[in-house]
C-alpha cells in the first residue's frame, strides 16, 4: 500500500498563489507519474498537471503558464505551485499517483483550494 499525504490548500483571493504538496510513502516499488486532479462542485474530476518519472511534465490548458508541477529529488514528493489564482480554480484538489509492480492507482483524500473574487 502507498499512502499520500497532501497539504497547502486554502482560501486565497483572485490573484494570489497557493503551493500543493503530496507526499507519498508505504510500499513503493516504481512510481510512473504524480500529478494533480481537481473535481468542482457538479464537475467531473480533471487533470490539472502531471509529472512522469523521467521529469516530462503535461498539463490542462487552464493550468499551462499560471501552475507549475515539480518534485524532489527521491521522486517521492510532488509539488504544485499555483499562481494567478482565478474563482475558477475553486475545487477540491487530489494528488495521483501511478505505481507500477503492482499495477495500482492511489489518490489522495483531496485537499480545499477557494479562490475568492
Known amino acids: 500500500q502507498v499512502q499520500l499525504v497532501e497539504s497547502g490548500g486554502g482560501l486565497v483571493q483572485a490573484g494570489g498563489s497557493l503551493r500543493l504538496s503530496c507526499a507519498a510513502s508505504?510500499?513503493?516499488?516504481?512510481?510512473?507519474?504524480m500529478g494533480w486532479y481537481r473535481q468542482a462542485p457538479g464537475k467531473q474530476r480533471e487533470l490539472v498537471a502531471v509529472i512522469t518519472s523521467g521529469g516530462n511534465t503535461d498539463y490542462a490548458d487552464s493550468a499551462k503558464g499560471r501552475f507549475t508541477i515539480s518534485r524532489d529529488n527521491a521522486g517521492n514528493t510532488v509539488y504544485m505551485q499555483m499562481n494567478n489564482l482565478k474563482p475558477e480554480d475553486t475545487a477540491v484538489y487530489y494528488c495521483?499517483?501511478?505505481?507500477?509492480?503492482?499495477?495500482?492507482?492511489?489518490w489522495g483524500q483531496g485537499t480545499q483550494v477557494t479562490v475568492s473574487s
Open positions: 508505504g510500499s513503493i516499488f516504481r512510481i510512473v507519474r
Open positions: 495521483y499517483l501511478a505505481h507500477r509492480i503492482p499495477t495500482v492507482d492511489y
